[in-house]
């Protein structure tokens, strides 16, 4: 009851007493994590500035509604400017920066004050999107994955999935964190082998502070991945007033509330619903929509500036329904429904020992029930019937050391259990299986300057798991070279990756001697700061695969695909796969310090397999060219419109044998040239529009998009029709017109 008298008075102070115009905040050593006083901050554009006190915190007051970047600088230490900053009455955001130490007489381009992010300590080439660009991105929807598909590395597969290939890596190939706590999926209607099968993002982007993705290698502190890494941080509540708003969107409403219960505990949390499914009937929808629900919280306890506990709570619940009726009238063969719950709790403790040692640990456990039935149209008899069970305990450790300016290190282990039990039925036949697989991991970076132009970063990683019960070794290096006269910075980067077989099929006895597949890759980098607020970057990299999952027979009607990209219930898998990815890429990004911002990026790769005679086929995900453009115009605080055009090739597919089909009363595909064709090119074209109002009581943010504003009909594949006996194709989103509204206070 306290705690309720709290929140309340806390809501009728910041509604009534909390002085507008405001910008707060903490400095903080990146490399100790301990707080810099006496560091300057500054608005940038005005004379407005404040320095940080004996806790590393700072405010800014007197400033008109509007948005506002800042400097950030202190003796010894890299300065840092962040824009995007704003300000409006009876709210504000509170930033939390990190400086890092500068090396003594380096001669990168990269120390310079600018917009973005990247350690002298910790080169790996790394892309950061924080919480306003991750929210205004156009067709992104702020889900995560749409927005990371706007780089040169990351290819989609439309705007009605979150499947995410990464440098001719499948949708499996990608692992994410959260504030050091693992976190299986960051998708609704996803399978628990890792794929997204549905448009809707299971993390609230408004609870994050910002995200860095890593898809140019990643270091040895993060594991059994082939492709890629997030690293996603969740905003901390606020501490001295309450705050919240609520949200109605795409297919969904919502609302958040932040605040603190003492002053030392805060929290920020999170509901959302999908709506459309309520409505489906008065719309006239006729079925078929997906809905979803998630509730997710965070909760941080800082007893002294040397310890900090996180508590992190996520819930996502999503079903997917399919009737008769919307079946047969869409020409396909079978209806049903697919149900998905999921529940992640992760406790992280942070501790400082020194003025060079800290220490990161988490512990999780994560829960996913995924349930899927469905019958064919002609019968009604179940076609199809899963039931995967999968129960995920990850925990981490890792120390973060520095011996003098120039050499840094970092040493940790990880432990993770994942346990599947699936039900599986197909064509009336019934298996069922549990199998648990446990990794022993630890791993050791070291980090140092060489001959004041070069930094160089030494990484191992050290993994066991009970299915092989052999230790792998996994080397990296990451080494960037400064070249004279501010020309730029040349980055070269190699190691290998590990990652296990799908544990559904370890399940399978036949499958006993599967190996871990493991990935060599290397690339070549340079980039140039063209401005604090603009970079530019080319790449050319080449990837490797070695031991991946395959159909040990390749018959007529057997399906050659690559058992990375498409994973299915088979038994006879055998690890010889092999795989190879080539390609370069081109990427500018101009942050947005005055009124313009933009992203630029395209790649041209090839991304192929061998099958088992022998023969190169395209994987799945070979779309052999992307290119994306995106951009934004934002004159004054109230209004901002935006842009984004995408374009990739043709997606492979198998074409359908319409005779064969026809004749077996069931889909058969030629599997003779597999992935031999292509679907027209894909290009898709995406409006936003936002206004922003501040009020008396709160703000409020209303914004229109236009998705497929000029109406593309875009392909997605071909399908044969048991009813029709003919071939059909199914298209992506046509034109949409999306609306949302946002009131906070």
Known sequence: MLIKYKVFFYLVFKIYFLEAGSIHGSIIDAVNQLPLVGANISVIANNVGAVSDDDGNFSITGLENGYYSISVSYMGYESK??????????????????LKPTILNYGGVMV??????????????????????????????????RILNALPSVASVGENRQDMFVRGGGPTENGFIIDNIYIPSISHFNTPDGRSNGPIGLINTEMVDDIEFFSNGFPAEYGNKLSSYGNIRYRNGKKDSLAANISIGMGGAGGLVEGSLTDDISFIGS???????????????????????????????????????????????????RGKEESESAGENTYGSFKNNQNTLGLAHRYIWNK????????SLSYQDAKATFYENESDTISLRTNDL??????????????????????????????????????????????????????????????????????????????EKDILIAPRINIDFSLNRGWGNIIYNSGTYFQNPPEKYLSIVDNNDLKTINTFQHSLTFEKLISNSTKFSISIYKKNYYHAPMMENSQTFTDPTFLLDELRTYSNIISNGRAKTNGIEILVEKKRAINFYGLVGGSV????????????????????????LVGGYRPNPKWEISLRWSLFGGKPYTKVDLESSNYNNEEILDYSDFNDHRTPVYHNLFLRYERRKSMKYGNVITYFEFWNAYNRRNIETYFWSREKQEIFETSYFSFIPVGGIEIEF
């Open 81 to 98: 400017s962040i824009a995007d900053i704003w300000v409006r009455d009876k709210a504000y955001e509170f930033l939390n920066i990190q």
């Open 112 to 145: 310079t004050k600018s917009y973005f992010s990247k350690t002298s300590l910790d080169q790996y080439s790394s892309v950061n999107f924080n919480n306003d660009e991750i929210r205004r991105a156009p067709g992104a929807g702020q889900e995560i994955s």
């Open 271 to 321: 509901y959302r619903r999908s709506y459309l499914d309520i409505i489906s009937d008065a719309i006239n929808a006729g079925g078929g929509l997906p809905s979803y629900g998630d509730l997710q919280g965070k909760l941080k306890y800082n007893p002294s500036y040397f310890s900090a506990y996180t508590i992190l709570f996520i819930n996502g619940n999503s079903l997917y329904e």
């Open 356 to 363: 060079n040692t800290y220490s990161n640990t988490s512990f």
């Open 390 to 467: 999968y129960k995920t305990f990850n925990a981490r450790q890792l120390n973060h050391i520095r011996f003098n300016e120039l050499i840094g290190g970092l040493l940790g282990v990880e432990i993770q259990n994942r346990n599947l039990d699936y039900d599986f039925l197909l064509n009336n036949v019934e298996s069922k299986n549990d199998v648990s697989v446990t990794n022993l991991s630890s791993f050791l970076t070291i980090q140092s300057a060489l001959f004041n132009r070069a930094l160089i970063s030494l990484g191992f990683r050290f993994n066991w798991n009970s299915h």
């Open 605 to 628: 790769y090839n991304s192929i397999y061998n099958d088992q005679n022998g023969i190169k086929r395209n994987r799945n995900n070979n779309y052999e060219y992307l290119f994306n």
